[in-house]
């Protein structure tokens, strides 16, 4: 079957814009996770959804960071007001459920912001 | 917060030399995955482990849950295997808050040359 899907794959964004990024888990997957991975640095955990439980949102930077996911299966990340240290690529990870369970990871999104 | 280290940072090998990466973490975890990332930016889940020992193919990834310690180990290396190797464990018990957020190391950049 699928595997998990990320669009765009490449985003270019001027400063003070506003970017969406779009994330389409494996099917039956429950669990989605959003992280991001900047120039030099490791990755870092964003925010997590679990079915219809209410998201973990305690790794967002700002708050001009949200997501959402829409029918417990597609997310958006949203980011507003774009600065330039929000040049990165945001990963997007499913797995079958929280717990012991893998995690398997999109291709991600590239955002530079300009 | 848990930390992680990895090590070395970068490392290159002649086509078939055995090649570790080390993983060290500060605080005890449920579960140690070991992430493959090619030059591409895709990243791959290689192993998820609680304890023990698990192969896959040339691949073996170990875990010392006392010395808090895991360990990658391929062997017969080959270019095919050059990429950056991460490290992220989960802390906390399965059902327990937090559980399933993971911290990641900055990886090991693998160069293996023919």
């Known amino acids: 079957g699928a595997g998990v899907s990320q669009s765009p794959s490449n985003k270019v964004t001027e400063k003070g814009k506003d970017v969406e990024l779009r994330c389409d888990p494996i099917?039956?997957?429950?669990?989605l996770y959003w992280y991001r991975q900047s120039l030099g640095q490791g990755l870092e955990f964003l925010i997590y959804?679990?079915?219809?439980?209410?998201?973990?949102k305690s790794g967002l930077p700002s708050d001009r960071f949200s997501a959402e996911r829409t029918g417990g299966s597609v997310s958006t990340l949203t980011i507003q007001r774009t600065q330039q240290e929000d040049s990165a690529v945001y990963l997007c990870?499913?797995?079958?459920?929280?717990?012991?369970?893998?995690?398997?990871f999109g291709p991600g999104t590239r955002l530079t912001v300009t | 917060k848990n930390e992680v280290e990895q090590s070395p940072q970068n490392l290159t090998a002649q086509e078939g030399e055995f090649i570790t990466i080390n993983c060290s973490y500060s605080?005890?975890?449920?579960?140690l995955h070991w992430l493959q990332q090619h030059p591409g930016g895709g990243i791959v889940s290689l192993f998820m482990?609680?304890?023990g020992k698990k192969k896959h193919g040339r691949l073996i990834a170990t875990i010392n849950i006392q010395e808090k310690h895991s360990s990658l180990h391929i062997t017969a290396s080959h270019p095919r295997d050059s990429a950056v190797y991460i490290c992220?464990?989960?802390?906390?018990?399965?059902?327990?808050?937090?559980?399933?957020?993971?911290?990641f190391g900055k990886g090991t950049k693998l160069s293996v040359i023919p």
């Open positions: 990870a499913s797995s079958y459920r929280t717990g012991s369970y893998e995690q398997y």
């Open positions: 099917s039956g997957h429950t669990a």
């Open positions: 959804f679990q079915g219809n439980s209410a998201p973990d």
């Open positions: 605080v005890g975890i449920s579960a």
């Open positions: 482990l609680s304890s």
């Open positions: 992220a464990v989960r802390s906390g018990l399965d059902s327990g808050a937090g559980s399933y957020q993971l911290t």
